[in-house]
């Protein structure tokens, strides 16, 4: 499986691991979250699961047509590779929002064994040791968020939508709030995602993307380094979004949102970027626009040790 993925990039901080355990959990961690010393986490693959079908196999949604002893199966498993119980676990409810919502031990077990009693949450944060956050996914973009100075943790769901609506400075301003977190501190990830040259959007979508994030070439150049030697002019300006003849866009939502950490005053090298696609790479990982929406979803989880 490691020779067949589809990267984008040379700064592969994003790692493929494989559970110590069973051997058949595949998942990504990042180098940089991992130095903090104060999480554990992972960005969950298809692999490792007990699903079948269309969500095969390690599926993370009760509403893609599963078996829900199978998904709570999959849970089970996510929480056992952190040496918890589903029970830890906290989900989100995500509809696209920026909508951030701050969790303790009393929020466990949400949405796996006990009721949601919350909605149009796409942001958990928390400052409580023990508590596994989880959002799911299935071409949107994962966002990590540790701060090791105030020891706090956060962890969003950003689509088009939360990304226009800067779903990463949200976060950060939550958790300032929260638990007087500086940007300057932050450790960030962003997460397999789809890339610019699967994500092909409308005119509106692209305008709106225009208004949020004003051309910088600056800044267009410094994370195209992240991924080649070598850049044209057209790169640079092409960043953010080009233009195809069909007059549809090709949108980088990995660059806005690095653009949203960056003003937002997270040092650069306290960002890591994925090179791996959830599109370009659907027998590893579910894509809703690969499958066209027969899929199940992958599972970001982050802990506070």
Not at 25 to 54: C, K, L, P, Q, W
Request: glycine share 8%; proline share 2%.
């Amino acid at each position: 499986m490691l020779e067949t993925i589809v990267r984008h990039g040379t700064r592969n901080t994003c790692k493929l691991r494989f559970d110590q355990d069973s051997q058949e959990m595949a998942y990504f961690t990042f180098d940089g979250i991992e130095t903090t010393g104060i999480v554990e986490h992972f960005f969950s693959t298809r692999m490792g699961g007990v699903s079948t079908g269309h969500t095969a196999s390690l599926n993370f949604s009760y509403s893609q047509g599963d078996k829900k002893e199978n998904v709570d199966e999959n849970f089970r498993r996510a929480a056992t590779h952190f040496g918890k119980k589903v029970e830890d676990i906290v989900c989100s409810q995500q509809t696209h929002t920026t909508n951030v919502r701050r969790v303790t031990a009393d929020d466990k077990g949400k949405g796996i064994v006990r009721e949601l009693d919350y909605a149009d949450v796409d942001g958990l944060i928390t400052n409580e040791k023990g508590i596994i956050l989880a959002t799911f996914f299935a071409d949107c973009v994962p966002l990590f968020v540790i701060d090791p100075v105030s020891h706090a943790i956060g962890l969003s769901h950003s689509g088009w939508r939360g990304t226009v609506g800067k779903m990463g400075k949200v976060t950060l301003d939550c958790m300032a709030k929260e638990f007087g977190t500086k940007a300057e501190n932050v450790h960030v990830a962003i997460a397999p995602s789809i890339c610019q040259n699967c994500y092909e959007v409308s005119e509106d979508v692209a305008l709106a993307f225009a208004e949020a994030f004003p051309r910088n070439d600056d800044m267009a150049r410094e994370f195209l380094l992240r991924y080649r030697s070598e850049m044209t002019k057209k790169d640079i300006e092409d960043c953010l979004f080009y233009q195809k003849e069909n007059g549809k866009y090709q949108l980088n939502l990995w660059y806005a949102n690095f653009r949203v950490f960056r003003d937002a005053g997270v040092p650069d090298e306290n960002i890591e970027v994925t090179d791996v696609c959830t599109c370009c790479n659907p027998k590893l990982l579910f894509s809703h626009r690969a499958s066209k929406g027969k899929r199940g979803n992958l599972g970001a989880f982050l802990m506070l040790v």
